[in-house]
């Protein structure tokens, strides 16, 4: 009989137990004689690793489904208060691994990124500031919790913030813009407190950082993120170009759906709107989709067949937004179930296709590494995970007919205008975070005054039609990674400029572009950025010149296929 998600059990870790026995298995782990017996003893090691992932994985999923669940609530809580002591266990075992006097052997079995890992783990940790550490889990869940808690009435209901998502796309603008004065209402009323949350994250976090001898808090935020093969100057390369080749075609498709959509002035709540006979929208409820979701991955090939499979029947999605739900959607990993899980919150948008496609990405690499007997390796670091995420969506281009019937023309223009739009707003997320913890001093109405200064720099033609507190610098207020991930957000431009690359290749051979992203997802996180892009026959973002090239076959499509669309 096959074990539910539902079925999964979980128990608090005592781990003062796991403690012992890890610190047990160190001194053993340094009296071996060989790299085989001190792999022996990491194999045993890595058993208590991955019950206290699923553990506090267990806890994230069932607390964010339902933030009124009292039990799983102080289940989060023990693991924001006992995280850092967590941090500490991995701190003491990367310290052996990385001073054992096998090393060079242990690198020939494990890998040379294991070791990478364990560096930056080492120097972004240190007993002293786990208090602090605490500190800071705390605020991040203040946030998600307080986000969770919005209950707004409007048009007859009463709304949390997810379920907004189809009123962005309304047809009538009065109502589109009653939606965004309705959401900004609330989030105007939490102004202070939002603000205050950060500013003491900001806080604590270069306090942190001060204490580990880090200048500041971008340069401990960079190793946290595991940027191994890449620094900031390389980063902001990457934004200058994104500012000089984007910018200048996103501002030409923002003045395109102005004209297409009949309007003198485009402002903020219209630029979900692309069509005025109205958005693609995917023809059917949840079960439908998920349905529909099965023969897609039938179709494409026998592992995602296998893997979609496996996820189905353990019940192993959350997707429906629903009372008391945290918004957004992820996917997560259950080591001692080998099982990913799928958390999204569904409303009747297009978003509903494209984040269950995105998180199945993630879900399938996950599914493919699943046999990586190193758990750090289950995931690859941030950026080269949404790889495999974004371009899922463009391998799934074939099937959206599926879902959108007579508007699959509609979704892939609007699906493919929305993603080259958001590169400049992620790089614009990028260097708001980069100046902010350079400048932890500033207070939150200047934090709010460089933000917009950033969005007249990136996204020229946003226009917020006075609604306050948009107009004062406060959009990033709803932009969850800033708050919980510091420097994350980067992440997503990186890899949309590579699976840009994949949807193009799929376009002239889709089968050795497929062969290529499954073999990346059987590679997991055994490799850092850039060496799994090159693995997968793909050109690094930072080189120059890709990204132009990419945004100049976007351009060529999106004109291809806005004359099918009007």
Request: proline share 3%; glycine share 4%; hydrophobic share 35%.
């Given at each position: 009989m096959v074990r539910t998600f539902k079925d999964y059990e979980y128990e608090r870790p005592d781990l003062e137990k796991i403690s012992s026995e890890v610190d047990a298995l160190?001194?053993?782990?340094?009296?071996?004689?060989?790299?085989?017996?001190?792999?022996?003893?990491?194999?045993?090691?890595n058993v208590h690793f991955n019950?206290?992932?699923?553990?506090?994985?267990?806890?994230?999923?069932?607390?964010?489904?339902?933030t009124k669940d009292e039990?799983?609530?102080?289940?989060?809580?023990?693991?924001?208060?006992?995280?850092?002591?967590?941090?500490?266990?991995?701190?003491k075992y990367y310290q052996a691994i990385s001073s054992s006097q096998h090393r060079d052997a242990l690198e020939e079995r494990y890998g040379k990124?294991?070791?990478?890992?364990?560096?930056?783990?080492?120097?972004?940790?240190?007993?002293?500031?786990?208090?602090?550490?605490?500190?800071?889990?705390?605020?991040?869940?203040?946030?998600?919790?307080?986000?969770?808690?919005?209950?707004?009435?409007?048009?007859g209901k009463v709304l949390n913030l997810s379920e907004f998502g189809p009123y962005a796309q309304?047809?009538?603008?009065?109502?589109r813009r009653g939606a965004t004065e309705a959401v900004q209402g609330f989030m105007g009323t939490q102004l202070e407190k939002i603000d205050q949350i950060y500013d003491d994250l900001v806080k604590t976090r270069h306090q942190i950082a001060q204490e580990l001898g880090y200048k500041d808090f971008v340069e401990l935020g960079y190793i946290r993120m595991n940027r191994i093969d890449y620094d900031r100057d390389m980063v902001e390369n990457f934004r200058r170009q994104v500012a000089d080749h984007?910018?200048?075609?996103?501002?030409?498709?923002?003045?395109?759906?102005?004209?297409?959509?009949?309007?003198?002035?485009?402002?903020s709540y219209d630029e979900s709107f692309d069509f005025v006979t109205g958005n693609a929208?995917?023809?059917?409820?949840?079960?439908?989709?998920?349905?529909?979701?099965?023969?897609?991955?039938?179709?494409?090939?026998?592992?995602?067949?296998?893997?979609?499979?496996?996820?189905?029947?353990?019940?192993?999605?959350?997707?429906?937004?629903?009372k008391g739900k945290e918004g957004g959607g992820y996917c997560t990993f259950i080591p001692n179930h080998a099982s990913p899980f799928i958390f999204s919150n569904f409303n009747g948008t297009l978003d509903d296709v494209t984040v269950l496609t995105h998180e199945a990405g993630h879900a399938f690499q996950s599914y493919m590494s699943r046999g990586f007997e190193v758990p750090e390796y289950q995931f690859p670091t941030l950026e080269a995970a949404e790889i495999h995420s974004m371009s899922m969506e463009y391998f799934t281009y074939p099937w959206m007919n599926l879902f959108f019937k007579e508007d699959t023309d509609k979704f892939k223009f609007t699906h493919m205008a929305d993603n080259i739009s958001f590169l400049p707003y992620g790089v614009a997320i990028d260097e708001f975070q980069h100046i902010v913890y350079e400048n932890p001093e500033l207070t939150p109405l200047e934090r709010r005054q460089e933000w917009k200064k950033l969005e007249d720099k990136y996204l020229p033609h946003r226009d917020y039609d006075g609604i306050e507190p948009l107009?004062?610098?406060?959009?990033?207020?709803?932009?969850?990674?800033?708050?919980?991930?510091?420097?994350?957000y980067i992440d997503y431009t990186l890899a949309q400029v590579c699976a840009l690359q994949f949807w193009k290749r799929a376009n002239e051979d889709f089968d050795a572009a497929w062969a290529d992203y499954v073999n990346l997802c059987k590679l997991g996180g055994s490799l850092p950025f850039n060496a799994l892009a090159q693995s997968a026959n793909l050109t690094s973002p930072f080189e120059d010149g890709c990204l132009e090239s990419v945004v100049e076959e976007v351009k060529h499509y999106l004109n291809s296929i806005d004359d099918k669309v009007l």
């Open positions: 160190l001194e053993e782990f340094k009296t071996k004689n060989s790299a085989e017996e001190q792999g022996e003893v990491i194999d045993r090691l019950h206290l992932s699923t553990m506090s994985t267990l806890t994230y999923i069932r607390a964010s489904i339902d039990f799983y609530d102080q289940e989060r809580t023990f693991f924001d208060e006992y995280g850092p002591m967590i941090q500490e266990i991995d701190h990124q294991l070791f990478a890992l364990a560096q930056n783990a080492i120097k972004g940790f240190d007993p002293k500031v786990k208090e602090l550490l605490q500190k800071e889990n705390k605020l991040d869940s203040e946030y998600s919790k307080l986000m969770a808690s919005a209950e707004i009435e409007f048009d309304h047809k009538d603008r009065d109502m984007v910018v200048p075609l996103v501002t030409e498709l923002k003045e395109r759906q102005r004209k297409r959509i009949g309007l003198s002035e485009l402002k929208t995917p023809k059917g409820d949840t079960e439908e989709i998920l349905e529909n979701g099965a023969k897609m991955y039938k179709e494409l090939s026998p592992e995602t067949d296998e893997f979609y499979t496996f996820m189905r029947e353990r019940e192993l999605f959350d997707v429906e937004a629903k107009s004062s610098g406060a959009f990033w207020h709803r932009q969850g990674h800033v708050f919980g991930v510091p420097f994350y």
